[in-house]
């Protein structure tokens, strides 16, 4: 398969003598930025730079003192609604049961009906209120179980520590970047075009990709062609896969991609 390969470049470059070479960075196709959501202060760093980590690996973990608190107070929120609400629902079976049993009694005046009646429907009120505050009760335990998972930070991919902002002790703001993950495995070749070379590329079109600094050659596909977000330079970016073929190639580093003379 190498020797394969190696035999379309050459045969590549020989046919197209007139091609053109163009620069790049190598990119990857997957960069994870990690943040924090919530304020509180840094106990724990569990990588450092260029370590390799694995999805759900941790990389830190916040102090939870003050989370701890808030947790338990909205299990016992819970607990206590929960509670509420078996106390109103045996209050109206009891209730509905004397109901039951004095409709078979003779003599039984209007008032007595009547009240048994507006406890009834007090019971049932008490009942409907208490359900609610059981579901923002149980509402709010699932926001503190979401909480705690954001207090030890995993790794959501496969990748490289490129950036770590921050050290044991460091006070976390929500937003903040505190650790930069880089994607080694699936890389991509940054190139600019001009307008003049535009319509010698067309998206799925192999070439040959190389990088000088380790002398590697392979045959890449154009992945996608992208207008600049600056309309003033008149440029067009172009993204170029390929197989790393397990050499140490990574992101940031000069590439070189050949368009063939289709003429």
Known sequence: MKNLLLMLIFSWSVIHADSISLTGTVVSDGQKMIGSRYMGYVKKVYVKLGDKVKREDDLYEMESAEFDIMKTQANLMLEQSQIALEYWKDRLRVINKKKKNLKRKMGMTGFDWDDLEGQ?????????????????????????????????????????????????????????????????????????????????????????????????????????????????????????????????????MYAKVIIPDNS
């Open 120 to 252: 009834i429907e007090n019971v049932k009120a008490m009942l409907e209120s208490t359900k609610i505050m059981v579901k923002h009760a149980a509402e709010q335990v699932k926001q503190m179980a979401v909480v705690f998972n954001y207090l030890k930070m995993k790794a959501p991919a496969d990748g490289v520590v490129v950036q770590k902002n921050i050290k044991v002790g460091d006070m976390l703001m929500p937003g903040m970047l505190a650790i930069m993950i880089v994607d080694t495995e699936h890389l991509e070749i940054d190139v600019s075009l001009s307008e003049g070379i535009i319509g010698r590329v067309h998206e799925g079109e192999r070439l040959v990709v190389e990088i000088p600094s380790i002398k590697y050659k392979t045959v890449g596909r154009i992945k996608a062609i992208i207008p600049d977000a600056n309309p003033m330079t008149h440029k067009i970016k172009m993204r170029v896969s390929f197989d790393k073929g397990g050499k140490n190639i990574f992101p940031g």
